[in-house]
């Protein structure tokens, strides 16, 4: 993983939550780890890491991912046994 996945992922893991992660950002780190993304309907995006799944939506039409999305994505990060 490079420092700027790395930087990306402790990002996620900060408390309080950031607002201001571009989501292509996330998208990158998460096939740094690993991940198979696949396209859903719409805005939705498909996960997998580690035998566990998930769906998240990519924000439009700003492109930094909100609060909410950054909480989900530290849960299916921490199901996924990844840790910052």
């Known amino acids: 993983m490079s420092k700027k996945h790395q930087k990306i ?29 696949s396209e859903g309907n719409g805005s939705r995006v498909r996960i997998a890491l580690n035998d566990v799944r998930a769906v998240f939506h990519r924000p439009h039409p700003q492109k930094e991912t909100d609060k909410g999305a950054v909480v989900s994505m530290r849960r299916f990060l921490k199901e996924a046994n990844i840790k910052c």
Request: no cysteine; aromatic share 6%; charged share 15%.
């Open 9 to 37: 992922l402790e990002q996620i893991f900060q408390n309080p939550v950031q607002s201001s992660i571009a989501w292509k950002d996330i998208e990158a780190m998460l096939v740094s780890l690993g991940a198979e993304i």
